[in-house]
């Protein structure tokens, strides 16, 4: 009678020699992947920095509570992408924000050239639709009578010399230019941002014909901030004695 050797199971070898081992993800190494994959916001607003610095400050102390813990957090990767993440756009923030206000700029001065150049034609129309609703009842603070209303759209003048008689700056303009379009130069321009918008305060030597001193006049001009493709309109003008 035939007996059978009893069958001895043995335990699976681990290649490290140890079982499965599993490890907690590092909180830290968690919060510094989500803030660098947030932080292209801070091309949207200069504040907003904060959030690669924060991403970077998570990340170095992700790096250290996993080398603290001796093999017990994992997540270092994570921490390695959400830095590399929060360096680069922390580094091209600033070139970012040079060429934005260097396009602000422009953009700022071409509206206050056609703004200047149509209050010194009398082209009223064309000076209502380049300012702010605000700022053209300054032009007519007690509106005369036969002039249509202000509209969301802007103001439609079809008087422009009851709207412009007594400017100063018309009344400049129109002097300096001797009825030809006046030369226009941007001598300084200054971009501010403020809450929900952006300013831009701009200074222009206008020279006429044969004129050596130019006039000097000061506009400031305002877009929302939020809006992509918002036009700049003309919000204060001053002429400089």
């Known amino acids: 009678m035939s007996t059978t050797a009893p069958i001895q199971m043995q335990p699976p070898d681990d290649a490290d020699g140890d079982s499965a081992d599993y490890r907690s993800i590092s909180g830290a190494a968690?919060?510094?992947?989500?803030?660098?994959?947030?932080?292209?916001?801070?091309?949207v607003s200069p504040p907003l920095i904060v959030v690669p610095v924060a991403a970077v400050g998570c990340a170095l102390l992700a790096y250290r509570?996993?080398?603290?813990?001796?093999?017990?957090l994992a997540g270092r990767a994570l921490a390695t992408v959400g830095l590399?993440?929060?360096?680069?756009?922390?580094?091209?923030?600033?070139?970012h924000q040079y060429t934005r206000d260097g396009r602000y700029r422009s953009q700022a001065e071409e509206t206050a050239e056609r703004w200047l150049t149509n209050m010194a034609a009398g082209d009223a129309e064309a000076v209502g639709g380049l300012t702010t609703?605000?700022?053209?009842?300054?032009?007519?603070?007690?509106?005369?009578?036969?002039?249509?209303a202000i509209g969301p759209s802007g103001p439609v003048v079809t008087n422009y010399a009851r709207l412009l008689s007594g400017e100063p700056i018309a009344e400049a303009l129109e002097s300096v230019s001797g009825g030809e379009t006046p030369g226009l130069r941007c001598v300084d321009a200054e971009l501010a941002f403020l809450k929900g918008r952006i300013q831009c305060?701009?200074?222009f030597d206008v020279n006429g014909p044969g004129q050596e001193t130019p006039v000097q006049v000061s506009v400031s001009?305002?877009?929302?901030?939020?809006v992509p493709d918002a036009v700049w309109l003309i919000d204060e003008w001053r002429l400089i004695e």
């Open 30 to 43: 968690v919060v510094a992947l989500v803030l660098g994959l947030a932080s292209p916001l801070n091309f």
């Open 65 to 72: 509570s996993i080398a603290a813990s001796g093999g017990g």
């Open 84 to 95: 590399a993440l929060a360096a680069f756009c922390a580094a091209a923030a600033p070139t």
């Open 133 to 148: 609703l605000a700022a053209i009842r300054k032009l007519t603070p007690e509106q005369p009578t036969g002039l249509p």
């Open 201 to 203: 305060l701009m200074l």
């Open 221 to 226: 001009a305002l877009r929302p901030t939020i």
